[in-house]
Protein backbone atom coordinates (compact mmCIF):
# COMPACT_ATOMS: atom_id res chain seq x y z
CA UNK A 1 0.00 0.00 0.00
CA UNK A 2 1.39 3.25 -1.14
CA UNK A 3 1.53 5.71 1.89
CA UNK A 4 3.32 9.00 2.43
CA UNK A 5 4.33 10.64 5.80
CA UNK A 6 5.01 14.41 5.36
CA UNK A 7 7.02 16.22 8.72
CA UNK A 8 8.68 18.80 9.45
CA UNK A 9 6.56 21.77 9.34
CA UNK A 10 6.03 24.45 11.70
CA UNK A 11 6.02 27.76 12.76
CA UNK A 12 8.98 30.21 11.29
CA UNK A 13 9.84 33.90 10.89
CA UNK A 14 9.72 34.93 7.25
CA UNK A 15 13.53 35.16 6.19
CA UNK A 16 13.77 31.52 8.23
CA UNK A 17 14.17 27.78 6.96
CA UNK A 18 12.79 24.56 7.54
CA UNK A 19 13.04 20.92 5.75
CA UNK A 20 10.49 19.07 5.15
CA UNK A 21 10.86 15.32 4.83
CA UNK A 22 8.11 12.78 2.93
CA UNK A 23 8.63 9.22 3.97
CA UNK A 24 7.45 6.84 1.81
CA UNK A 25 6.15 3.57 2.04
CA UNK A 26 4.85 0.51 -0.90
CA UNK A 27 7.22 1.87 -3.47
CA UNK A 28 10.82 2.51 -4.23
CA UNK A 29 10.83 6.95 -4.49
CA UNK A 30 14.20 6.25 -6.37
CA UNK A 31 11.61 5.12 -9.35
CA UNK A 32 9.31 7.28 -9.45
CA UNK A 33 8.30 11.26 -10.07
CA UNK A 34 7.62 12.62 -6.81
CA UNK A 35 6.21 16.03 -6.40
CA UNK A 36 5.87 18.52 -3.20
CA UNK A 37 2.54 20.21 -2.54
CA UNK A 38 0.94 22.80 -1.11
CA UNK A 39 -2.47 24.05 -0.58
CA UNK A 40 -3.06 27.71 1.41
CA UNK A 41 -6.42 28.29 3.04
CA UNK A 42 -8.88 29.14 0.22
CA UNK A 43 -6.70 28.36 -3.08
CA UNK A 44 -6.05 25.44 -4.95
CA UNK A 45 -3.29 22.93 -4.30
CA UNK A 46 -0.39 23.49 -6.26
CA UNK A 47 2.75 21.46 -7.20
CA UNK A 48 6.18 23.20 -6.11
CA UNK A 49 8.41 21.03 -6.40
CA UNK A 50 9.35 17.85 -7.94
CA UNK A 51 12.90 15.44 -8.68
CA UNK A 52 12.50 12.73 -11.81
CA UNK A 53 13.04 9.28 -11.20
CA UNK A 54 16.48 10.00 -13.12
CA UNK A 55 17.34 13.13 -10.71
CA UNK A 56 16.15 16.03 -12.40
CA UNK A 57 14.48 19.15 -10.39
CA UNK A 58 12.02 21.66 -11.36
CA UNK A 59 10.20 24.01 -9.14
CA UNK A 60 7.57 26.37 -9.60
CA UNK A 61 8.72 29.89 -10.07
CA UNK A 62 7.24 31.34 -6.63
CA UNK A 63 9.64 29.05 -5.15
CA UNK A 64 12.51 28.79 -7.41
CA UNK A 65 15.65 30.08 -5.82
CA UNK A 66 14.59 29.24 -2.45
CA UNK A 67 13.59 25.77 -2.18
CA UNK A 68 15.31 22.34 -3.34
CA UNK A 69 13.98 19.12 -3.60
CA UNK A 70 16.39 16.06 -2.95
CA UNK A 71 15.97 12.57 -2.07
CA UNK A 72 17.51 10.05 0.31
CA UNK A 73 16.61 6.53 -2.06
CA UNK A 74 18.53 4.33 1.28
CA UNK A 75 15.85 5.91 3.61
CA UNK A 76 12.99 6.03 0.94
CA UNK A 77 12.65 9.53 1.79
CA UNK A 78 12.44 12.63 -0.09
CA UNK A 79 12.85 16.36 1.13
CA UNK A 80 12.12 20.07 0.80
CA UNK A 81 14.61 21.93 1.92
CA UNK A 82 12.88 25.44 2.61
CA UNK A 83 14.83 29.29 2.47
CA UNK A 84 14.07 32.81 2.71
CA UNK A 85 10.56 31.78 3.82
CA UNK A 86 8.28 34.31 3.01
CA UNK A 87 4.32 34.71 4.53
CA UNK A 88 2.94 33.62 1.42
CA UNK A 89 4.39 30.19 1.19
CA UNK A 90 2.10 29.90 4.51
CA UNK A 91 0.21 26.47 3.40
CA UNK A 92 -0.17 22.97 4.21
CA UNK A 93 2.50 20.57 2.19
CA UNK A 94 2.37 17.35 0.44
CA UNK A 95 3.84 15.36 -0.86
CA UNK A 96 3.13 12.18 -3.73
CA UNK A 97 4.11 10.59 -6.48
CA UNK A 98 3.56 12.80 -9.95
CA UNK A 99 0.99 11.61 -12.04
CA UNK A 100 -0.56 8.59 -10.16
CA UNK A 101 -3.70 9.02 -8.12
CA UNK A 102 -2.36 8.05 -4.45
CA UNK A 103 -4.09 9.32 -1.38
CA UNK A 104 -3.02 12.32 0.12
CA UNK A 105 -1.19 12.35 3.28
CA UNK A 106 -1.97 14.39 6.27
CA UNK A 107 0.32 16.80 5.49
CA UNK A 108 2.72 19.06 7.36
CA UNK A 109 1.29 22.98 8.44
CA UNK A 110 3.79 25.40 7.30
CA UNK A 111 3.33 29.01 8.94
CA UNK A 112 5.26 31.74 8.07
CA UNK A 113 4.51 34.84 10.25
CA UNK A 114 5.82 38.36 8.95
Known amino acids: QVQFVESGGGLVQAGGSLRLSCAAS????????IGWYRQAPGKQRELVAA???????NYADSVKGRFTISRDNAKNTVYLQMNSLKPEDTAVYYC????????WGQGTQVTVSS
Open 96 to 103: KRRLYSDR
Open 51 to 57: VSSGGST
Open 26 to 33: GFTVSMYA
